[in-house]
């Protein structure tokens, strides 16, 4: 195990009812700018609820952050941000309008072009405070410093994080997820189903504990999506799944253990170039790079196979194997395609996907630096 320093300062509020203590958790006499997405919480009832535990408070309203949150929308609710003086952001919606409102957070007092933020990397050096009140359970933004953020004219899809933007609090009422389409709880557990394997599905790295808890949200989310999905309105399951997408990406499981994160890069680009929703994306690629990787991953494969499938038999090679089979007709039984001919793609954006990553010097990625952009392509000529 290497060593390590662990940091997570938000505070969850879990629960049925848990908006009840929203505004004991936003210092007294702030202006909030409640942002939103695209409509769902008014249609059920969290927008209201919301906005009745904010009755204390100055309240303004940004709403129309879409999906994959672009720069574009957002660099308007900055504008206003400033222009209304606000002092504290609540977000409430999904992983983008939680990812939305860190930009929002980290721009507003930024100096200069805020999408250097993302494209260069540069520096943030304070943000306004912000919370959560989540209604989807997938990112883990909810309980980390991270955002992903999209510039629709230039069709690219940038990460960034600083500590300024862990969220102060994150309200996760399992109840708000009722509403929710059938395909969103599809891509919500298969993303954080690939966040604990990009922490995890690397090499034997002596994390006993680091493995088992990987191992055990594996398995719950293998168990909970297909009854998220059978039953809208079964508390127990939707809020198994709401605390399991959220223990996948708060940085515990992986403290002091090596990761991959190549999925989610040749995903943010097949969404940025393509559209496709994330966790989609996801399904797609996962399959094909543990394929590609197999020589490099297989040791912990076979430990895969053994302890979240139960495959016991054969060699390590045939319960690797046989892992990665199980891992795609998992993500199938949910209803999510894994393969980019079913979406109607086909190979037209390989060679730009290679080539940004080029470019932006992304020639050695995953656990062992060993993705080379040759090696994307073959991921992607196997996720065809
Ligand atoms: O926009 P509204 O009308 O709210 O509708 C949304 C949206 O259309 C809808 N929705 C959300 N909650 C609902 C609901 N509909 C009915 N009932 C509810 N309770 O669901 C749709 C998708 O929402 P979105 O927020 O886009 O989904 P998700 O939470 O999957 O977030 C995806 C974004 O998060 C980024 C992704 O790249 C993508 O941009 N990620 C963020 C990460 C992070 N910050 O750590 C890590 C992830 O790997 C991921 O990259
Ligand atoms: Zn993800």
Redesign the pocket.
Known sequence: MNNFQFYNPVKIEFGKGAVDKLSSHIPAGSKVMVT??????K??G?YEAVLNALSGFSVVEFGG?????SYETLIQAVDLARKEKVDFLLAV???????GT?FIAAAIPFEGEPWDILVKRAEVKSAVALGAVL??P????EM?A???I?KRATKE?F?FGSPYTFPKFSILDPE??????KN?IA??TI?AFV?VMEQYMTYPAAGLVQDRWSEGLLQSLIELGPKALENPTDYDVRSNLMWAATMA?NGIIVVGMPSDWAT?MIG?EL?ALHGL???VTLAIILPAMLNEMFEEKKEKLAQYAERVWGITSGTTDEKARAAIVKTEEFFQSLGVPTHLKEYGIGDESFQTICNRFTERGWTGMGERRALTPERVLEVLKKSL
Request: glycine share 18%; no cysteine.
């Open positions: 939103y997405g695209g409509g769902s919480i249609a059920n969290v952050i879409e999906p994959n949150p919606g999904g992983g983008s309008v939680v990812d860190k209604t989807l997938a990112t883990g933004s980390n991270g955002a992903v999209s899809k990460a708000y997820t009722y509403s929710l389409p969103q891509n919500g993303d966040h990406l989610h943010h969404t929703a994330h966790g």
